[in-house]
């Protein structure tokens, strides 16, 4: 009789989730934000977000296939999906379709692949292509397309987000009323009535996808929270003091890549902290830091650049917040 005992390694808890259901399930919650991005911006929301997914998941194929030669392919286990499509979202939907298959290149060959595939990546690699795109073709990626439907004030807004008319007013000396009054409503930025990345622009969608997640219990309340929290405390603060340029808190959180941002980046399990302490500490950095990019920095917007500098930090924020192992010897004195 075998008495030899064999040992996994951990985690030892099993669950009934598998990691291919747990991708499809954010996929499925990311259906109400490209539906909206389709009415609005019409069917080349959908071929983006097609082509996107397409090439994500066969230079994911490919790369393990004929670089890393694995025999275990994880290219159709949905994450490559999820990669895709929220790079198509937080691109102009007007982008052209080469500059949409070399960011797919570089957030799975780069931010992906190169960390040795699914759960070693250490920065979010659908940010990693975005802000790749961003820095080598900041014009067609800041050069956003009226939808459909949106009439009041188009002429204002046409090629520019409200946070880039609100960045390039106040540099102009225009006042904030001014400013405003060129503005689509807080009503227009909730259902997705504005200029911007395909899938950012409607808050209701993705709030609609995060509560769906939050009950298949695929992310925790504790980062999208910091983040919010952060984001309406900071901007708060700075509204009270000078209102003449500093917008109110509901602007910036319904306006840019906050709520996708918050939603399904900074809590992406791979690249994010462990504990629901550390995720608190890990929202807070990057509350504070897209706000100190959307005041003071070169661009108007900052969530991208917020969560991939948290996301380097995420060992140290693990080290620090990670709960004793069981039955640690606590010393007296």
């Known amino acids: 009789m075998n008495r030899l005992l064999t040992v996994s390694p951990s985690p030892h808890v ?4 598998s990691v291919r259901s747990i991708m499809y399930g954010v996929v499925l919650s990311l259906i109400p934000a490209l539906g909206v991005a389709v009415y609005f911006f019409g069917l080349d929301a959908l071929k983006l977000t097609l082509i996107a997914v397409v090439a994500s998941v ?102 520019a987000t409200p946070l880039g008319i ?26 997705g009535n504005v200029p911007g990345s395909l899938g950012e622009i409607s808050a209701l969608a993705l709030i609609i996808g995060g509560i769906y997640m939050l009950m298949r ?38 306006t840019g890549g906050l709520m996708i941002g918050a939603i399904y980046m900074a809590t992406d399990m791979v690249s994010s902290p462990m504990t629901g302490k550390g995720q608190i500490i890990f929202g807070v950095g990057i509350g504070v830091i897209t706000m100190l990019i959307r005041y003071w920095g070169a661009y108007p917007e900052g969530v991208s650049f917020a969560i991939l500098i948290m996301n380097a930090t995420v060992p140290i ?16 004195g």
């Open 58 to 159: 066969a230079f994911e194929w490919l790369i393990q296939k004929f670089l890393l030669k694995e025999s275990t392919r994880t290219a159709f286990d949905g994450s490559a999906i999820i990669t895709g499509m929220l790079l198509a979202f937080n691109v102009p939907a007007n982008l052209p379709i080469l500059m949409m298959v070399i960011g797919a290149l570089v957030a799975i060959g780069v931010g992906k692949m190169s960390f040795g595939g699914l759960g070693k990546n250490i920065f979010n690699p659908a940010l990693v292509g975005r802000v790749f795109m961003l820095i080598s073709w900041p014009v067609e990626m800041t050069s956003w397309p009226n939808n459909r439907f949106f009439q009041e004030g188009a002429d204002a807004i046409s090629g």
């Open 14 to 17: 099993k669950g009934h989730e």
């Open 166 to 191: 609100l960045k390039e007013g106040l540099g102009g000396d225009k006042t904030m009323s001014e400013i405003m009054e060129k503005l689509p409503t807080a009503l227009d930025y909730f259902v």
């Open 317 to 332: 924020i693990n080290s620090y917040t990670k709960p004793k192992r069981f039955g640690e010897e606590v010393k007296n």
């Open 217 to 254: 219990k695929i992310i925790t309340w504790h980062a999208p929270v910091a983040i919010f929290g952060t984001v309406f405390i900071f901007s708060g603060i700075m509204h009270l003091v000078d209102p003449s340029i500093y917008p109110a808190p509901l602007f910036h959180l319904l």
